[in-house]
């Protein structure tokens, strides 16, 4: 039987051609169906991403081309490199191909370099294994691709090792091994995930060079629509191993006719959204692969669906005149009877019923000029002193009850350090930590456990975070049981925090392996509340999950807050997030608050020239506006806080600073800002701070 040609391959000058793609795993379970037949076509320079939530298929696409998937997986379909098909092929006939003809940029570039070689030999390597260049020649090229992917002074950095470049200076090496042998197609898995906003704009502009100078197709594998948004020419959205609407990016962000698609775009915090208010969260889960429920996958997540739905799987079909193509009944009406807006129901959310002026509500923490350095030393048995790293170096601020207060800034610049300093109550810092007005110098041993009992914290990976072996009533059970709770008194209790959290008083009986990502956060959002707490610390507490359950989990934590009274602490990289749950935010730059402030005012007239380039990075979910949009690029990496640059600390990496006339630049170079009112609680420390309209 004829496979009927696919909707999504509508080129005769494909670079890259994948057609009815399937692959399974055998596993106790039964076989785990991961792709479903996928169709694409792609030509050289033509950027297509592939995006869905974790499990759609994505990655496994990806490695199927490059025939890098386990021994037992079973492929089946056609995947052809300029009309060349590589299912079948050997892996030393693979080997010839990767890495010459098809480039790869993987999610971690740690993992994906090897610690004891330096970039230079690696690079090296991956050049003479597909050319005939001698060892000069190869040097000599490997020095230019580290010159073109932006790493600087790349003579030197060439004999470096992978642990003495940052995480942005590994990816771009990665990219740089990626191009080396000129291919013809980049797949690039997650290239941005793990990286900092500033640093994620750095690599995607490398990213896009790299692009231009081989001329190379690239399929970009990512859950960041924003990122799409900006680098894609065409998008297919996937959905339990499918392609579920596929089209240009603008027809994709725009006239999606797919309620899985509408769900994603409702469901993202922008940046650019001001005001207030919910997120739109895709309810459910997606479905096991392994036990597909018959008809459409996303039925029981879909608000609009009709009964024809459980009967049968839409096929990918055009919609309209236009090239999108979608996989659902009714993707006909979506646009015309069915409304995109609302599709999906926003919770409404209650506002925390406290005093309008911050001031009048109670203190629930204040850091006053906290400081935590850390000796840097030399040798193994006889060490001395050679350094100081000044991780946190005069940090002030106050949270207030009800309130959401947001630390922000890229890795390293002592947002963590400031977390640990205010968990473990010391005793002997530079500084000061009030909690709930008690400095923490002068308390008790007594003293300090019961205020344990009102600073609690949630953990980035919701997973770490709970014990495996232990039942979910146990692990809720544990704080309890440490402060003294009667028996009675706990077992009422772990229901109820269950129900708070959006769980079933049943689930204390599971293991924390039988929970999504989503509802095992909520699992850790309820042990922090288990003990009543007035303050709790949350250190990147969404960063690991889908945009999807993201929004529930953000919403959750807005609703406990109005409803308890909690005061948060939250640490995250996504501006995005932060722009939606924060009161007020304070950004950070090797150990120092650089602006600080209401959080609409940091965000509507951001002040330091930092400030300004973290926002201008944060890419939006809407093309036209990436497209059009300002942005400002830092050079070079932040530096290390054991070697701090004199004057202002940001000088080094300041598009201000570079067009100051010489007595302003002098002033930068030898005067540190103190912080100066901007206007009702909005602060910057920089010599020239003006606002500037980036979002």
Known sequence: MTTPASPLLTTTDAVLEVRDLRVSFPSEAGQVRAVRGIDFALRAGETLALVGESGSGKSVTATSILGLLPTGANVTGSVRLEGRELLGLSDGEMSKIRGREIGMVFQDPLSALTPVFSIGTQLIEALQIHQKLDDKAARERAIELLDLVGIPDPKRRVDAFPHEFSGGMRQRAVIAMAIANDPKVIIADEPTTALDVTIQAQVLEVLKKAQDVTGAAILMITHDLGVVAGVADRVTVMYAGKPVEAGTADE??????????????????????????????????????????????????????????????????????????????????????????????????????????????AEVLRVDNLVKHFPLTKGQVFKRRIGTVRAVDGLSFDIREGETFALVGESGCGKTTTLLEILELPTKQVGSVTVLGKETKALSGKDRRGLRRDLQVVFQDPMASLDARMPIG??????????????????????????????????????????????????????????????????????????????????????????LGLSYLFVAHDLSVIRHIADRVAVMYLGRIVEQGDAEAVFNAPSHPYTQALLSAVPLPDPRKERERRRILLSGDLPSPADVPSGCRFRTRCPKYVGLAEGEAERCRNEDPASASLGTDHTAACHYAAALEVV
């Open 474 to 563: 146990d692990i809720l059970a544990e704080p309890m049981r440490t402060h003294g709770w009667s028996r009675d008194r706990i077992h009422a209790r772990i229901p109820e925090l269950l129900s708070l959290v959006g769980l079933l008083p049943e689930h204390a009986e599971r293991y924390p392996t039988e929970f999504s990502g989503g509802q095992r956060q909520r699992i850790g959002i309820a042990r922090a509340l288990a003990l009543d707490p007035k303050l709790v610390v949350l250190d990147e507490p969404v960063s690991a999950l889908d945009v999807s359950i993201q929004a529930g989990v953000i919403n959750l934590l807005d609703e406990l807050k109005a409803k």
């Open 252 to 361: 994709v962000f725009y006239t999606p006719r797919m309620p899985y698609t509408i769900g994603l775009l409702s469901a993202v915090p922008r940046l650019d959204d001001s005001g207030r208010k919910a997120l739109t969260p895709v309810e459910g889960n997606p479905p096991s692969m392994v036990a597909l429920p018959k008809g459409c996958p996303f039925e029981a997540r879909c608000p609009i669906a009709v009964p024809a739905c459980k009967v049968s799987e839409p096929e990918l079909k055009p919609v309209g005149s236009d090239g999108l193509a979608a996989a659902c009944h009714r993707s006909q009406e979506i646009g015309s009877s069915i409304e995109r807006e609302g599709m999906f129901p926003t919770p409404e959310i209650p506002e925390y019923d406290g005093h309008e002026d911050r001031t009048a509500r």
